[in-house]
């Protein structure tokens, strides 16, 4: 069966320092990858998308994400976080279905906080 | 980046009553997607749409829902009777093809009484 685990719960990390979420997905298929951040009382917002090629993908607000097959995880890094990055992450992986259409799979999600 | 809107963004309703969730997705998008999210927990898939058909439904998408997207208007959600389990947050979603990135919505928030 298809899924999308976050290990972290919650997340919280001093500005500046630096961030990783986990993510780790299991689908048999070619696995097309997403990060979402949600805001408070807020819809998704893409943040970086991985389909193919270069493993390490980049996203915005300097967010960046590598796919490693081998460990079937998508982990999203980031070098240097702002208060403002305090939100909810979600990964997602898209499943295929007949017709060509697809779903997504979230993970539980991550609720990073940004101390001062 | 794209924009799908979502009419209302909040509803309460007694039990039993029907409710439609109404989505303008970005306007060259071809498939349509609704999901649920129950406060503070992650987003479940309930259905998407293409061609004027369904093409897949979870589980979750009870006898009791039923979507639409007349003429190229609003894609709608309709709950017909609601009932207490269905208060959530509603997010659609639009994505050009199938598989490629899905723009969401802000969500309807649906209080069901």
């Known amino acids: 069966a298809q899924s999308v685990t976050q290990p972290d719960a919650r997340v919280t990390v001093s500005e500046g320092a630096s961030l990783q979420l986990r993510c780790k997905y299991s689908?048999?298929?070619?696995?097309?990858l997403f990060w979402y951040v949600q805001y408070p009382r807020q819809g998704l917002q893409l943040l970086l998308k991985?389909?193919?090629?270069?493993?390490v993908v980049q996203g915005v607000n300097g967010f960046e994400a590598e796919f490693i097959k081998s460990n079937s995880s998508f982990h999203l890094r980031k070098a240097s976080v702002h208060w403002s990055d305090s939100a909810v992450y979600f990964c997602?992986?898209?499943?295929?279905?007949?017709?060509?259409?697809?779903?997504?799979?979230f993970g539980e999600g991550t609720k990073l906080t940004v101390s001062s | 980046g794209p924009k799908v809107l979502q009419i209302p963004s909040h509803q309460i309703i007694d039990m039993g009553q029907m409710v439609t969730l109404n989505c303008d997705p970005v306007?060259?998008?071809?498939?349509f997607y609704w999901y649920k999210q129950i406060l503070g927990q992650q987003m479940e898939f309930l259905v998407n749409?293409?061609?004027?058909?369904?093409?897949?439904k979870s589980k979750l998408f009870k006898d009791q829902f039923s979507v639409e997207r007349p003429d190229g208007s609003y894609f709608t959600l309709k709950i017909q009777p609601t009932a207490l389990e269905d208060s959530a947050v509603y997010f659609c979603?639009?994505?050009?093809?199938?598989?490629?990135?899905?723009?969401f919505g802000p969500g309807t928030r649906l209080t069901v009484l």
């Open positions: 749409f293409y061609n004027g058909k369904v093409m897949e």
């Open positions: 306007s060259n998008h071809l498939y």
């Open positions: 991985y389909y193919s090629g270069d493993p």
């Open positions: 979603a639009s994505s050009l093809l199938g598989g490629l990135e899905q723009y």
């Open positions: 997602a992986v898209s499943v295929s279905h007949q017709g060509g259409s697809a779903k997504l799979i």
């Open positions: 689908y048999s298929g070619t696995p097309y």
